[in-house]
């Protein structure tokens, strides 16, 4: 068992290192050429990159271990009571858990202006959990996604209308940044584990779907708290650029921050690991194998989130926010459309969360969905979202001129591509907006943003939205694209199904 633990934590580190290396080579590349900056942010950025990658291999590695097998495991048990008041409130439950589990959910809450904390946690986490509830009756009563997709957006679009502007970019951001490493892996082991005891050819593309209503509920909550509060003058935190003599100040500044990850990672995992204790002692009774199995997941999770928050944190923050603030600074400010573009297209691999969905994907649809396929999608989606953030900035161009357009082609494309490449989508969008997107992207943005003079709260809020949109977009325009090569491959003649646990057919029609 220890040989194979080894073995594939080395594989998930040279994923790791394959996903990170392009954007650091980029960042090199701008620091050497037109955006010069400090000796110290480099090193720190160089630290943070070494950070990130041994991080995320170990939060993947985790993910495997313990968080996709935990949440099966829950969803599949509670099924089995046949209590549908007991297994509605216990994912209510989890859905709240998770989601204030959710790292970057904190740093959303800092954002709102004139708004407690608390009152942003607890609001954004009730969203979660009712829409968690939403998504599982959506898989009882086998209620297509898309409808119920259309219906909700429409709510958003109209209450855009009737919230104050400083909240608008922050209430679309949230459906992006609270669906991030913590919740996407559970909430979708917990989806699979819930459709596996439905016996119907539809049940495993059906339980794909949760993380795309699982993010409207922040985007929800976040709105309602803009009708009731007024938010009064807009005040957002600056990225604080560090300023290191020495290579030991340099490495204070990041043994500083360990411990505060250290703890915030903890007070993340301790609600789910409780919960699951007590689901072992009450329902699920594993065995010890798969008990240490779990035990180690967990630790590796642990460490990984660790150093994969502290190294995007102070490594990766302050390097973004410097090269929005010099390229917006330039006087064909221009070209931060284009680099932000190709920084997109990278950055995206570098999201945790991302592997999850590409994996799960894979492995659903037997290997008919290749994960090439999924990862080219998201990083075109995604390079189109920062471009278009990155116009924005420079025009001033109101974010619901391009949310609302963009939602609404989405749902559009909905009719016209196969149910499960609508829910693979909309669940990407979540996952896509995650971690690096908050603190490179964003950093990114609002330094391009003060650089131009603009309004950081109205223009540069918003990128985490545009993330989470366009590649609803690019990834349903690759199930038109499969759609079509699948029957032109199977015209004239039945398909041999081999094992596959989801066929051609299941996934085109």
């Known amino acids: 068992m220890k040989k194979h633990n080894r073995t594939l934590l080395f594989d998930k580190l040279k994923e790791s290192l394959v996903s990170v290396l392009p954007i650091a080579g980029i960042v090199f590349v ?41 949440g099966e495991q829950i969803g599949s048990t509670i099924i089995k009571t046949k209590k549908v008041w ?47 509830v939403v998504a599982l009756l959506r898989i009882f009563f086998k209620i297509k996604l898309s409808y ?36 996407v892996p559970f909430i979708m082991a917990l989806g699979v584990g819930v459709a596996s005891m439905r016996t119907d050819k539809d049940a495993e593309n059906d339980s794909f779907g949760l993380v795309a209503l699982c ?11 803009g009708l009731l509060y007024h938010p009064g003058e807009s005040t957002y935190s600056s990225v604080e650029i560090p300023s290191l003599a020495t290579s030991l100040e340099l490495w204070k500044m990041f043994e500083s921050e360990i411990p505060i990850y250290m703890k915030d990672v903890g007070m993340a995992l301790l609600p789910i690991v409780i919960f699951f204790a007590i689901f072992q002692f009450m329902k699920l009774r594993m065995k010890k194998d798969a008990l240490f199995r779990i035990g180690f997941g967990i630790l ?19 390097v973004g926010n410097y090269i929005g603030r010099q390229l917006g600074g330039l006087q064909n400010n221009w070209i931060i459309i284009p680099i932000g573009m190709l920084i997109g297209y990278f ?55 391009i949310l609302l357009p963009g939602y609404a082609v989405s749902l559009l494309l909905s009719f016209f591509v196969p149910p499960l490449f609508t829910a693979i989508a ?84």
């Not at 900056?37 to 993947?60: C, E, Q, S, W, Y």
């Not at 409130?89 to 800092?110: K, N, R, W, Y």
């Not at 366009?470 to 004239?492: C, D, N, S, Y």
């Open 30 to 70: 701008l620091c050497f050429s037109i955006t010069p900056i400090p000796n110290d942010i480099l090193m720190a950025f160089v630290l943070g990159t070494f950070m990130l990658i041994i991080g995320m291999g170990l939060f993947t590695l985790g993910t495997d271990l313990a968080m996709t097998p935990i």
């Open 86 to 132: 007991l297994i509605l409130f216990i994912c209510f439950l989890v859905g709240m858990i998770v989601t204030i589990s959710e790292p970057d959910l904190q740093v959303l809450a800092e954002q709102v202006p004139n708004i407690p904390n608390i009152i942003i946690i607890l609001s954004v986490s009730v969203g979660v959990g009712v829409f968690l």
């Open 148 to 183: 119920l997709l259309i219906a909700l957006y429409t709510l958003i679009a109209i209450l855009t209308v009737f919230i104050p502007d400083e909240f608008i970019a922050v209430a679309y951001d949230a459906g992006g940044v609270t669906t991030g490493p913590m919740t």
């Open 215 to 225: 993010s409207v509920g922040p985007i929800i909550a976040v709105m309602m708290i």
């Open 300 to 318: 590796y999770t642990y460490t990984g989130l660790v150093l994969f928050l502290t190294g995007a944190n102070v490594g990766f923050m302050p």
């Open 347 to 401: 950055i995206v691999a570098a999201e945790p969360a991302v592997h999850v969905l590409n994996k799960q994907v894979y492995e659903m649809s037997s290997g008919l969905i290749p994960k090439k396929a999924m990862s080219t999608s998201l990083s075109i989606g995604v390079a189109c979202s920062v471009g278009l953030a990155m116009l924005r900035i420079i025009l001033e161009i109101p974010i619901v001129f």
């Open 426 to 509: 909309f669940d990407s969008g979540g996952v896509a907006s995650g971690p690096m997107t908050a603190t490179f992207l964003l950093p990114l943005a609002m330094g391009a943003c003060v650089a131009c003079g603009g309004n950081v709260i109205t223009d540069a809020f918003g990128v985490v939205a545009m993330v989470a949109m366009t590649p609803l977009i690019t990834i349903q325009i690759l199930g038109v694209l499969f759609k079509h090569k699948m029957r032109i491959e199977h015209a004239g003649h039945d398909a041999e199904q081999g094992k596959s646990s989801v066929s051609a057919e299941e996934i085109i029609e």
